[in-house]
């Protein structure tokens, strides 16, 4: 019903940058909460953060606050994570997923839809 891509992952040095994004598709996802999670090698997959349907709520693992900003634009039926000050430990595949009238999402089991992840590497 909701098919979420995300892009812009790569390879980027400690200290860099990178802008993700997820792309949702099938209906519009205003009404839903989105949030990015991560799976690290040999690492459960862990939550990054998530963003309210208006995007006035956000919530942001403390691993990453100050340096990740979540957003979105609904007029695009998109998602974004803002990395900055990239570390070696954020070395990751990053998962976008959708969950419709959910508030704050902050656990795997709040969402029903997923995209199939992109690689994000940060060398040291």
């Known amino acids: 019903q909701v098919q979420l891509v995300e892009s812009g992952g790569g390879l980027v040095q400690a200290g860099g940058s990178l802008r993700l994004s997820c792309a949702a598709s099938?209906?519009?996802?205003?009404?839903?909460?989105m949030g990015w999670f991560r799976q690290a090698p040999g690492k459960e997959r862990e939550f990054v953060a998530s963003?309210?349907?208006?995007?006035?709520?956000?919530r942001t693992a403390d691993s990453v606050k100050g340096r990740f900003t979540i957003s979105r634009d609904n007029a695009k039926n998109t998602m974004y994570l803002q990395m900055n000050t990239l570390k070696p430990e954020d070395t990751a595949i990053y998962y976008c997923?959708?969950?419709?009238?959910?508030?704050?999402?902050?656990?795997?089991?709040?969402?029903?839809?997923w995209g199939q992840g992109t690689q994000v590497t940060v060398s040291s």
């Open positions: 997923a959708a969950a419709n009238l959910v508030w704050p999402a902050s656990t795997r089991n709040d969402y029903a839809y």
């Open positions: 963003i309210i349907g208006s995007a006035v709520l956000t």
């Open positions: 099938g209906r519009t996802v205003r009404t839903y909460t």
